[in-house]
């Protein structure tokens, strides 16, 4: 057994949602970590004495919060779109790019067309920098093939990212993300032909732990969804969706109906939206970095998830279209900024509650039991995490336990 004990160090342990302490903190805390997992938390005074051959560390008041946690991510994508980018500038937008035959559709094109190798390299540029910033776990959706070969392609990837760095990868099929080229105007076509077979073949190759979609006007209406997701059930998959992102279709309650693990984006959810997630429990996941971009004006109803208790993550949506964002401690801050979260709920939507997003109960706090996935940070309190830009005050990350 390999045990290691921290101590003199300051613990946001994020533990319960209803503590009374806020981040959870612990200050003169200690921690145990024995293969791998947390064994004990507490008071470095209560630290217990028989921990034998413990190599044992004093982090010299550092703060640890349990390692980041992104769960929307499409990290995953052949090309970029500086030149979109370009012509938002020049006043077009993000819908009529969609509809010119640019946006998603494009890098569609480009995904296909590169090898699954490059794919891998270029991904890990971007889950570099999350792993420089503290992350372990990393939610990763398919949905730039949209043929069955490129869906399974860019799951592949996704898996061997986990082989290829300390990292813990979340799959999603996003299958129903956009309507290709080839099946122009054939959305229900395409659901048949190539959506629900590809998701059948990923579930069959054990490549995706849940299954998203796109309920919007440019993408799949409620019903197309629908019967993804009654695919999905009958595969045994969890489900999540992009609802209301652009326009209100009802897609939240829609997912909730499904006991969606989230719904994500939100701007435009209504009160009954809000009701069905609440009754559902399903996490609303903000993404301030595809507010931002597309400088949309229209605030997700924060006021309304809280009081109605809807727990609220915030993740990149690190996208090459209307999220090239791959930092969460931006992610953060923009919450605060943009959405006005507290610097609490921020980082709890990055740890405990982006968990929860992700169906996962070992991770995103700092609690006996759980994985030793844990940030060190150069830092005295937690606030100042969202509070800087551009700034990372990363000292260490454990990753099971292991620096
Ligand atoms: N909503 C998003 O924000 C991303 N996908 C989605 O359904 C955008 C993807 C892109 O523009 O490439
Ligand atoms: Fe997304």
Request: aromatic fraction near 6%.
């Amino acid at each position: 057994m390999t045990r290691r004990a921290l101590t003199d160090a300051t613990l946001a342990t994020m533990a319960a949602p209803t503590s009374t302490e806020p981040y959870g903190l612990i200050e003169n805390a200690a921690l145990v970590i024995e293969d791998g997992r947390i064994a004990w938390v507490g008071p470095a005074d209560d630290l217990p004495q028989n921990l034998g051959d413990a190599v044992s560390e004093s982090l010299n008041g550092r703060l640890v919060t349990p390692a980041l946690i992104d769960c929307h991510t499409h990290i995953v994508f052949g090309g970029n779109r500086a030149r979109e980018f370009e012509m938002r500038l020049q006043g077009a937008s993000y819908e009529e790019i969609a509809r010119a035959g640019g946006g998603i559709v494009s890098t569609v094109q480009a995904t296909r067309m590169t090898y699954e190798t490059t794919l891998l390299k270029d991904a890990l540029t971007r889950v570099d920098a999350l792993i420089a910033e503290g992350a372990a776990t990393l939610e990763i959706k398919s949905g730039y093939g949209l043929d069955i070969d490129t869906e399974l392609k860019m799951l592949h990837v996704a898996r061997a990212i986990a082989d290829t760095r300390p990292i813990r990868v979340v799959t999603s099929f996003l299958g129903a993300h956009a309507i290709p080229a080839d099946y122009a105007g054939q959305p229900d076509a395409y659901i048949d032909e190539v959506c629900l077979p590809a998701l059948d073949r990923a579930a069959d190759l054990g490549l995706a732990d849940a299954v998203d979609g796109f309920c919007e006007g440019i993408a799949f209406t409620p019903d197309q969804i629908a019967r993804v997701f009654d695919r999905a059930r009958a595969r045994g998959l969890p489900v999540k969706l992009h609802a209301e992102q652009l326009s209100n279709l009802n897609g939240a309650a829609l997912a909730a109906r499904y006991r969606a693990l989230s719904a994500d984006h939100l701007e435009h959810l209504d009160t009954a939206g809000i009701q069905a997630m609440a009754e559902a429990g399903s996490v609303a996941v903000l993404l301030p970095g595809a507010f931002y971009t597309l400088r949309e004006t229209r605030l997700p109803p924060v006021d309304g998830l809280r009081e109605a208790g809807v727990p609220i993550a915030i993740a990149t949506d690190c996208n090459p279209g209307s999220s090239p964002l791959a930092s969460l401690l931006l992610t953060m801050n923009m919450a605060c900024t943009l959405f006005r979260l507290t610097p609490e709920e921020a980082l709890a939507g990055v740890t405990r509650e982006a968990a929860l997003a992700l169906g996962l109960t070992d991770c995103g706090r700092i609690e006996p039991g759980l994985r030793a996935d844990l940030a060190v940070w150069d830092i005295a309190h937690p606030a100042e995490l969202a509070y800087r830009i551009g700034f990372n005050p990363l000292h260490a990350r454990l990753f099971g336990g292991t620096p």
